[in-house]
C-alpha cells in the first residue's frame, strides 16, 4: 500500500457489517466488527479508534459515565477493545455556554482507569478539564 494512516477512525461501528450479515445475530455482527478493527489494529500497528454508542441503560442513566454494560448491540465490542472510553454530557446551566462533561477510562487493559471533568464550549469546540481538589492522604 502507498500510504499507511497513523490513526484509523471507524465512525460508528453499528454502520459496517460484512456481506454475511444477514445470517447471523445483529449482536453477533457488531461483535464480528470489533474484532475485525482488532486485527486492523495488530496487524498494521496503528490504533484504531472505534465509536459505538450506550445502550437504553446508558442513555437512561443521566448521572453515571456509560462503561462496558451499557455498550449498545454487543458486548463482544469491550471485550476485544484494548482500551475503552465512556462520555457523559450535561446540558449547560441556564445562561451559560458551557456544559459539563465526565470522559472515563472505563476499560485499560494495560494501566488503570482515569476519570476527568470538562467544560465543553460545543459552540467553539473548547474543552478544558476542571481541576479536582487534591485529597490529603
Not at 3 to 11: C, E, G, M
Not at 93 to 120: F, H, Q
Amino acid at each position: 500500500y502507498q500510504f499507511k494512516p497513523d490513526v484509523v477512525f471507524w465512525d460508528y461501528l453499528g454502520i459496517f457489517t460484512g456481506g454475511d450479515s444477514k445470517n447471523v445475530a445483529g449482536w453477533e455482527a457488531i461483535g464480528r466488527e470489533a474484532s475485525l478493527a482488532k486485527r486492523v489494529a495488530m496487524k498494521y500497528n496503528i490504533p484504531v479508534v472505534v465509536a459505538a454508542q450506550a445502550n437504553r441503560s446508558g442513555a437512561t442513566d443521566r448521572d453515571a459515565t456509560p462503561g462496558l454494560m451499557q455498550m449498545a448491540r454487543s458486548y463482544m465490542i469491550g471485550q476485544n477493545a484494548d482500551r475503552v472510553i465512556g462520555i457523559r454530557m450535561h446540558k449547560p446551566k441556564e445562561g451559560s455556554e458551557n456544559s459539563t462533561m465526565r470522559i472515563s477510562l472505563v476499560k485499560n487493559r494495560y494501566g488503570a482507569p482515569v476519570d476527568l471533568e470538562c467544560r465543553w464550549n460545543i459552540n467553539y469546540g473548547i474543552f478544558k478539564e476542571i481541576e479536582q481538589p487534591k485529597s490529603d492522604l
